[in-house]
């Protein structure tokens, strides 16, 4: 997303901001709103929940089809500066390419709570 702000000459915005990827992963939010929603004893925790792809172009395939945030951002350059930042963005995700696919990471949040 930074990459793809950075490209559309946006400033990068909070990535915890109401309506972004991350909007839930402030910490203590998540434990807020079950609080609220009546819900007590209220934990949180993360599990590593890597992707896992046969390449770098495969999740470039993945982001171009479902990243709305980063394609709408795109959308507003032309064909060959949109085709400049996903060259960039595949760049420096090529990192994470191994012998046996490409595995990025990814944590996910989980809350439980009692009511």
């Not at 434990?31 to 046969?54: C, H, N, W, Y």
Request: charged share 20%; aromatic share 8%; net charge positive.
């Amino acid at each position: 997303m930074a990459t793809a702000a950075r490209h559309a000459g946006v400033p990068p915005r909070d990535p915890f901001a109401p309506g972004g990827l991350l909007c839930l992963g402030r910490p203590g939010h998540l434990d807020q709103m079950f609080k609220k929603a009546g819900f007590s004893d209220v934990s949180t925790f993360q599990i590593e929940a890597p992707f896992r792809l046969p390449s770098v172009d495969d999740y470039i395939a993945f982001l171009r089809a479902a990243a709305a945030p980063v394609i709408a951002l795109l959308s507003r350059l032309d064909p060959g500066a949109q085709e400049a930042a996903w060259a960039d963005i595949r760049r420096q995700l090529a990192v994470f390419d191994a012998p046996l696919g490409w595995n990025g990471p990814n944590t996910l949040l989980v809350t439980a709570g009692r009511k």
